[in-house]
Structures are given as structure tokens and as C-alpha cells.
């Protein structure tokens, strides 16, 4: 059966197009430095957002409407395959992201879960046979069962870390079994509310035996998906062991595990942790571990994850510019963990939603590339930082300089003259270059 009969395959026609379902500006076949904007920007869907949420808050019942929300059980999780088969074909995607119980139901035991899950798997491996969409990555949903109201692997329980581990060992073998190009670790429950009851090091310790043995399981089993963690802050609890990256790579370099993992950065959880996308996205970058990308955006008037779908358009080219200046996403991919409102309640703003994402990242991926080529932020930078290309600064660069050379030349100083930031100034010339992209558009 069809899940999506009124809607046909979603195509490029450009922003003139009167055609609500069409691409304005995301072409997958424009060649951008050689790739096709399809391969550079590497789209996913996340399942749970888009086939498993039903529009429940803390404030109310659930509202969307779903083609398969009257069935239950096995029964919902089997046609929730075939309608995301049918969307990634119309959307015409390349990629798919899942956790485990997004796909199948939990059972009354671990072994039960196990069957639910090996009969769910072997469906979608059926249709990927035929599907150009590939799996992405997945995950294991440790947070959502109140066994996991501690943490799994930083539970004071260790029954519960075996169960997690049980978990994690068979989302490996899903992975393997489906091609996933990554396997993604987001902590979920991982962290504290109270240091009164809580051994911190115990815990950390604990999380990094849990990431060892997964490494050490992946040899054993020979995937060679590419590791992610997924930094988040404060939600849900408030002191997340992943609060950000810079939190996480320390947490990695300090466990040698930084060899082993790089890092899937949301847009969302970069706000929730005071910073903009773009500096999350930064900090991975200049340390080797930009993997992976959830492009989302949050609200700054509510305090919580709310998983918009992008569209501020200044976000979307500040963040293709870190990830083109990283040489692109490698085996990662700009993932839609981004769900409709709880007013967007038909199936046609699944698509509604996913059209003005990647529609806001072709924009953003055209005027970051046009910034590079023009080296726009590169000159400006370069001439900011220019007093340590020569004397005392080339000195102090080249590990030459110590404290008695600095004093030694700071005596002689006269008045410092700085250089202005000009930040107004960029961001005007950073509007130009938006304007210029689309004004293209305009005259095709």
C-alpha cells in the first residue's frame, strides 16, 4: 500500500516554481567543487522524528495524523518500514538514521527484543536491497525506559550496564548486518543532578570501559563503522558528562579513546550549551573530529531541546562553512533530527519540513563555498592576526620567545595600537553574499 499517495517525488524546480513540493534551491546534481550537492551534503532522515513521534509534549496528547497510527505492536513497527521506504524515495534521500526502539518494540525481556528487532531488521535489509538510501547510523535508546533513570553505562547499577552493554553489543551486529556507515553513542541519561550522590569517577571510569568494549567488540566483529558521540548539555539531567565538545574530546584524549571516536554535533544541544552550531562545529574541526552532523535549530525563547527543522539561513551557511573548510563530512552526513510542530499535524509537513531544511543547506552550502572561494573571512582573519608573522609574535609562534625576551621587548613598547574586529562589517558583507546567492536564483 501506499502511505503517501498524494504526494509524488519531490524535484528541483527552482524558487519561481509555484509547486510547494518542489526544491526551490537544493539541487541534488549541481556540481559544487567537483561533487554533486547530493553527495557533499549527504541528507538523512531520523526515524524517530519523523515516523515514530506523535506530537506529545509534557502539555498534551499526542496529534499528529499517521496513515499507520491505529495499528500496534509488531504490526505498527513493519508498516512505520514501509512508509519510511516510500518517504526516503519521494524525498529522494540518501540516507536513514534509527535508534533500536524506533524500528521495534521492546519485548518483556531482552531476548524478546532481540527477536522483535532481528524480524524488523531483516525487512529493512530487504528493502534497502532495492533503496538507493543507505543507513547512515544507528544508536541504542538508553533513557527512555525507566531501568535507565541513573544513566546505563554511568548507572550506579551495574546490572543495568550489563543490559546496556547487551544493548550497544547488538546494535553493533545491526550495524554491521545493515551497512551502517556509523554507529552513534548520545548519553541520553548520561550524567547527575546531585554530587551528593554521586561518584563521579566512578562513573567516568565506568563510561570509558563501556566505549573500550565497544571498540574492542567492533574489532571482534570486524565493522568498520566510523564511532560518533554526540555531545548534549544540561537535558535531561543537569550535569551531562557530554556537555559539549571540547568537554568530550577532553573526556576521550584523557581515556585514549580520541583514536577511536569523532564526534556527531547538534545544532540544538550546541545552543543548549551556550554556544552557537558553528562553534561546536569549530572546535571539532581544528581537532581532527568533525564526523557527523544533526542539523537541527532550537528556540531561544524556550530551554529546551525543541528540534526545529533548520531554516535560519545566517546558521546553515556559518555551518557549511566549517564543514567545507573540514573538506566536507567524510562518512557523516547532515542528519534531520528536526521534528514538525505539534500543529503541523499532516503527513504532508513531513515533507513540507524536510524541503525547507535542505532547501535552507543548498543556500547555506552555495554562500559558504562562494565565501571560501573569495576567502572573504580568510583575508579579514590573516590581517587580524598579522603582527605574529614577523618580530616578537614570529618569535613567540616559533616557540622562540620566553618570559624574559617579552618583558625585555614590553619595556620598550610605546602606546598599543589594536586592530578593530569589524564584526558589523562582516556581517553586512556576510548578508551581501546571501543576497547575491539567491538574487541567482532569481534571474534562472
Request: aromatic content about 12%; charged content about 25%; some cysteine.
Amino acid at each position: 500500500m501506499s502511505y503517501f499517495s498524494n504526494i509524488n517525488k519531490i524535484k528541483f524546480e527552482g524558487p519561481k516554481s509555484k509547486n510547494v513540493l518542489s526544491f526551490k534551491y537544493y539541487d541534488p546534481q549541481r556540481i559544487i567543487n567537483g561533487q554533486k550537492m547530493e553527495d557533499l551534503l549527504r541528507f538523512s532522515v531520523a526515524y524517530w522524528h519523523t515516523f515514530t513521534a506523535d506530537g506529545s509534549d509534557p502539555f498534551g496528547a499526542g496529534t499528529m495524523q499517521r496513515p499507520w497510527k491505529h495499528l500496534t505492536g509488531m504490526d505498527l513497527a513493519k508498516a512505520r518500514v514501509e512508509a519510511s521506504f516510500e518517504f526516503y524515495e519521494k524525498l529522494d534521500v540518501p540516507f536513514f538514521c534509527f535508534h533500536d526502539s524506533d524500528v521495534a518494540p521492546e519485548g518483556n525481556t531482552l531476548g524478546e527484543t532481540y527477536k522483535n528487532l532481528d524480524i524488523i531488521v531483516e525487512m529493512i535489509k530487504d528493502y534497502m536491497k532495492t533503496s538507493k538510501t543507505k543507513l547512515l547510523w544507528n544508536t541504542a535508546n538508553m533513557f527512555t525506559h525507566p531501568r535507565y533513570v541513573n544513566g546505563a553505562a554511568t548507572s550506579n547499577n551495574a546490572d543495568v550496564f550489563a543490559y546496556s552493554a547487551a544493548k550497544v553489543k547488538k546494535g553493533l551486529e545491526i550495524a554491521k548486518e545493515l551497512g551502517a556507515i556509523n554507529y552513534v553513542f548520545w548519553g541520553g541519561r548520561e550524567g547527575y543532578d546531585t554530587l551528593m550522590n554521586t561518584d563521579m569517577k566512578l562513573e567516568q571510569d565506568n563510561l570509558a570501559r563501556f566505549f573500550h568494549m565497544a571498540v574492542d567488540y567492533a574489532k571482534e566483529i570486524e565493522f568498520d563503522g566510523q564511532f560518533l558521540i554526540e555531545p548534549k548539555p544540561k537535558e535531561p539531567t543537569k550535569h551531562q558528562y557530554d556537555f559539549d565538545v571540547a568537554t568530550g574530546l577532553a573526556f576521550l584524549q584523557a581515556n585514549n579513546l580520541d583514536k577511536h571516536f569523532k564526534f556527531n554535533i547538534e545544532a540544538n544541544h550546541a545552543t543548549l550549551a551556550g554556544h552557537t552550531f558553528e562553534h561546536e562545529l569549530r572546535v571539532a574541526r581544528i581537532n581532527g573530529m568533525l564526523g557527523s552532523v544533526d542539523a537541527n535549530q532550537g528556540d531561544k525563547l524556550i530551554g529546551w531541546d525543541t528540534d526545529e527543522f533548520p531554516t535560519d539561513l545566517y546558521s546553515t551557511t556559518l555551518a557549511m562553512y566549517e564543514i567545507l573548510k573540514n573538506g566536507g563530512l567524510g562518512r557523516g552526513g547532515l542528519n534531520f533530527d528536526a521534528k514538525v510542530r505539534r500543529g503541523s499535524f499532516d503527513v504532508e509537513d513531513l515533507y513540507h519540513a524536510h524541503i525547507a531544511g535542505m532547501d535552507s543547506f543548498a543556500i547555506g552550502t552555495l554562500v559558504a563555498n562562494k565565501l571560501i572561494e573569495d576567502k572573504v573571512f580568510e583575508n579579514f582573519i590573516e590581517d587580524r592576526y598579522n603582527s605574529f608573522t614577523y618580530g616578537i609574535g614570529k618569535e613567540i609562534v616559533e616557540n622562540k620567545a620566553n618570559f624574559n625576551s617579552l618583558e625585555a621587548y614590553a619595556l620598550n613598547l610605546g602606546e598599543i595600537q589594536n586592530k578593530s574586529g569589524r564584526e558589523e562589517r562582516l556581517k553586512s558583507v556576510l548578508n551581501q553574499y546571501l543576497l547575491e546567492v539567491i538574487s541567482e536564483f532569481a534571474t534562472v
